[in-house]
């Protein structure tokens, strides 16, 4: 893996580190999670939507075979579900320690990934012991 591969994880990393305080804040003035969920995923719908016509990829989203979006849309249905579920957390319990219990999310993404993308991705055992150090680090946050 070139050092270069790593940038957009770690910019990922910082962009999701900042998304619990930004939420929390937004909590503490106004009570209702769904609506500021709402809000965040439509601020994301318009970032998409200038991403794709400007760069001229919009006509791209119409070339795909139609089965292919419905795992699009499963996945745009459980981010959703997450991210309201995470809003909702936030509500009631400190951003401290949402953050680490949504963490745990790996464990669940390399189970799947066993089973279902078998032919795409090898999960190694390396895989493994990070993904369970994870959730031991997670554990010990919480308790």
């Known amino acids: 893996m070139n050092p270069r591969d790593l940038f957009y994880p770690l910019l990922a990393a910082l962009c999701y580190s900042t998304n ?3 939420v929390k804040m937004g909590l503490r003035i106004s009570n209702e999670p769904i609506l500021g969920a709402c809000i ?9 939507i200038v991403y794709f016509f400007g760069t001229g990829q919009a ?19 459980f981010s959703t579900l997450g991210v309201f579920s995470f809003f909702a ?3 009631l319990i400190p951003a401290a320690i949402v953050a680490p219990l949504t963490a745990a999310a ?14 795409m991705e090898r999960v ?20």
């Open 89 to 91: 957390a936030l509500q």
């Open 124 to 143: 190694s055992t390396y895989d493994v012991v990070g993904t369970v150090l994870i959730v031991l680090g997670v554990a010990l946050l919480v308790s």
């Open 20 to 22: 619990p305080v930004m």
């Open 106 to 119: 790996p464990l669940v993404t390399l189970t799947l990934s066993h089973f279902w993308l078998k032919e």
């Open 59 to 77: 006509s791209d989203l119409f070339k795909m075979p139609r089965w292919v979006g419905w795992y699009f849309a499963l996945s745009g249905l």
């Open 40 to 48: 965040g995923m439509l601020a994301s719908t318009v970032v998409y």
